[in-house]
C-alpha cells in the first residue's frame, strides 16, 4: 500500500469513528438531526480535502467539531434565525490560539457521553419502525453508509435513503425529545435498544437472505455500539450481558464457515480458531452484568448458554445438562417458542434426539414456528439421528424451501439427499 493510500485509509477510519459523537454535538445544539448530520457531513467533506495535505490535527474531534460549528453559525446566518440562536452557538466559537480549542474539546468531553446516548435513544425510538430504526442507528452511530447498509441487508439503495429520510421527518414531526428516558419509561427504551443492537448482530451473524452465511461486518458493528453501551451505561447489567452474548457468539466467526463459505456446523468446528480475546472479553462482561444482579435476565441466560460452549475444550466436553436449564429458565422469564426449539436441542444432546424431539412436537404445530425453517431442521436432524431417514429427507427439504439464505439452502439441500 503507497504512504497516500495509508494516509487516506488513516483519515478515512478517524472520520468514521469520530461522526458519531459529531451527530450527537450538533443534534444537541440545532436539535433538528436532518442539520445535524448535514452539518456533521459537511465538516467531514472538508477534513478529508485538508487532511491529506495538512496531516491529521493532533485533536481530530476538537478541529472538527469547530469546523461544524461555523457552519452552523454560516446556516444560521444565512436562514436569518433569531440572535439569541447565534449567540448560544457562537459563544464556544474563538478563533484564538489552539490551547484555547484544546480547552474547548475537554470541556465537550463532559457532554459527549450524554450526546451519544441521547443519539442512541433517539435512533432506537418506538416511534420508528424497527427497520428504520436498525437503518437510521447503523447510519448515525455505526458510521455506515447507505450503500454499506443496503449491501449489508441486500436491500436497494434507495430504499434505505427513504428510511432514513423517513426516520428523520418522523422524528422531527412526532417532536422526539433529544433525551435519556428516565422513570418508569427507561427499561422500556433501553429494551428497544438492545434490541435494536441484537438485531443488527443478528443479520450478521446468520444471514437471513442472500449468499453469504455470515456478514462480519454487521456484527463488528452491533459489538462496538455495545462497548459504547457499556461504557455511557456502565450500571445496567443487560448492556453487560447484550455485550457478553455478542463477543462468545462472535467469537466462533472464523470456524463458522469452510474455506468456500460454506456452514461448518458447531460439533465439526475448529475450536482452536474461537478468538480467545472475543471470549475472554465476553466472559469479563458477564461476569460484570452477575455483579451488577442481571444473571436471571434474557442475555445474561443467553450468554450464558455462550459461555458453556465457549469454556468447552471440545464438543464433547459441552455441559449439555447445565445448557438445557439454562434454556428452562430463559423460556420461564422470556417464554417463546423459539427458545423451547432451543432447550429441546440441548434436551437432545443431553438426553437423547427421542427426548428432543418429544419436545419439539409439542411446540411444532405452534403457528409463530410455521415460517422458521429452523424448526424443520431441527427436526429433520433429530429424526435423522433416530434412523427415521425418509422423514428427516422431508422436513430438511421443507426447511429448505422455507430459508432465503442461499448457502443454508444448499447445506438443507444437502442433508436431504444424505437421507433420502
Known amino acids: 500500500m503507497s504512504d497516500a493510500a495509508a494516509i487516506n485509509r488513516a483519515i478515512e477510519a478517524v472520520v468514521r469513528n469520530e461522526r458519531p459523537r459529531l451527530v450527537a454535538g450538533l443534534m444537541r445544539m440545532t436539535r433538528d438531526l436532518a442539520l445535524a448530520e448535514e452539518l456533521a457531513q459537511d465538516a467531514l467533506v472538508v477534513a478529508l480535502n485538508a487532511w491529506p495535505r495538512s496531516g491529521i490535527p493532533g485533536n481530530p474531534a476538537a478541529w472538527l467539531t469547530q469546523t461544524a460549528k461555523r457552519r452552523a453559525i454560516d446556516y444560521f446566518r444565512h436562514k436569518k434565525m433569531a440572535a439569541a440562536k447565534l449567540e448560544e452557538i457562537g459563544r464556544s466559537i474563538d478563533d484564538g490560539a489552539q490551547d484555547h480549542i484544546e480547552q474547548l474539546h475537554e470541556s465537550l468531553d463532559d457532554d459527549v457521553g450524554d450526546d451519544l446516548l441521547r443519539l442512541i435513544f433517539t435512533s432506537c425510538h418506538p416511534v420508528l419502525s424497527a427497520e428504520s430504526r436498525v437503518a437510521l442507528t447503523l447510519r448515525l452511530l455505526g458510521g455506515l453508509t447507505t450503500e454499506e447498509i443496503a449491501r449489508a441487508f441486500l436491500t436497494a439503495e434507495p430504499t434505505i435513503g427513504q428510511r432514513i429520510v423517513r426516520a428523520k421527518r418522523t422524528i422531527a414531526e412526532a417532536a422526539v425529545p433529544f433525551e435519556v428516558p428516565r422513570g418508569a419509561d427507561r427499561q422500556e427504551r433501553l429494551a428497544s435498544v438492545l434490541g435494536v443492537v441484537y438485531l443488527i448482530f443478528n443479520e450478521g451473524y446468520s444471514s437471513s437472505t442472500g449468499d453469504d452465511w455470515i456478514r462480519p461486518q454487521l456484527c463488528d458493528t452491533a459489538?462496538?455500539?455495545?462497548?459504547?453501551?457499556?461504557?455511557?451505561?456502565?450500571?445496567?447489567?443487560?448492556?453487560?450481558?447484550?455485550?457478553?452474548?455478542?463477543?462468545?457468539?462472535?467469537?466462533?466467526?472464523?470456524?463458522?464457515?469452510?474455506?468456500?463459505?460454506?456452514?461448518?456446523?458447531?460439533?465439526?468446528?475448529?475450536?482452536?480458531?474461537?478468538?480467545?480475546?472475543?471470549?475472554?472479553?465476553?466472559?469479563?462482561?458477564?461476569?460484570?452484568?452477575?455483579?451488577?444482579?442481571?444473571?436471571?435476565?434474557?442475555?445474561?441466560?443467553?450468554?450464558?448458554?455462550?459461555?458453556?460452549?465457549?469454556?468447552?475444550?471440545?464438543?464433547?466436553?459441552?455441559?449439555?445438562?447445565?445448557?438445557?436449564?439454562?434454556?428452562?429458565?430463559?423460556?420461564?422469564?422470556?417464554?417463546?417458542?423459539?427458545?423451547?426449539?432451543?432447550?429441546?436441542?440441548?434436551?437432545?444432546?443431553?438426553?437423547?434426539?427421542?427426548?428432543?424431539?418429544?419436545?419439539?412436537?409439542?411446540?411444532?404445530?405452534?403457528?409463530?414456528?410455521?415460517?422458521?425453517?429452523?424448526?424443520?431442521?431441527?427436526?429433520?436432524?433429530?429424526?435423522?439421528r433416530l434412523g427415521r431417514h425418509t422423514e428427516a429427507m422431508l422436513e430438511f427439504r421443507r426447511a429448505a424451501d422455507l430459508t432465503r439464505n442461499d448457502r443454508e439452502r444448499r447445506y438443507l439441500l444437502g442433508r436431504a439427499a444424505v437421507a433420502s
Not at 448492556?239 to 474455506?259: C, E, G, P
Not at 452484568?289 to 444473571?295: N, Q
Not at 404445530?365 to 435423522?384: E, T, V, W
Request: proline residues 5%; contains cysteine; negative net charge.
Open 223 to 384: 459489538i462496538q455500539l455495545g462497548r459504547v453501551l457499556t461504557r455511557l451505561m456502565p450500571a445496567e447489567p443487560e448492556v453487560h450481558s447484550l455485550l457478553a452474548l455478542m463477543l462468545l457468539q462472535h467469537s466462533r466467526a472464523t470456524a463458522r464457515t469452510d474455506t468456500q463459505g460454506e456452514p461448518v456446523l458447531l460439533s465439526d468446528q475448529d475450536r482452536s480458531l474461537w478468538d480467545k480475546g472475543r471470549i475472554e472479553e465476553g466472559l469479563a462482561a458477564l461476569e460484570r452484568a452477575t455483579a451488577l444482579g442481571g444473571a436471571d435476565q434474557p442475555y445474561a441466560l443467553q450468554a450464558a448458554i455462550g459461555a458453556c460452549h465457549a469454556q468447552a475444550s471440545k464438543h464433547e466436553d459441552t455441559n449439555w445438562r447445565k445448557i438445557a436449564e439454562l434454556y428452562g429458565r430463559l423460556a420461564a422469564r422470556a417464554p417463546s417458542p423459539v427458545v423451547e426449539l432451543n432447550r429441546a436441542v440441548a434436551v437432545s444432546m443431553a438426553e437423547g434426539p427421542a427426548a428432543g424431539l418429544a419436545l419439539v412436537d409439542r411446540i411444532k404445530d405452534d403457528p409463530a414456528l410455521q415460517k422458521y425453517h429452523l424448526l424443520f431442521g431441527i427436526r429433520g436432524d433429530l429424526l435423522s
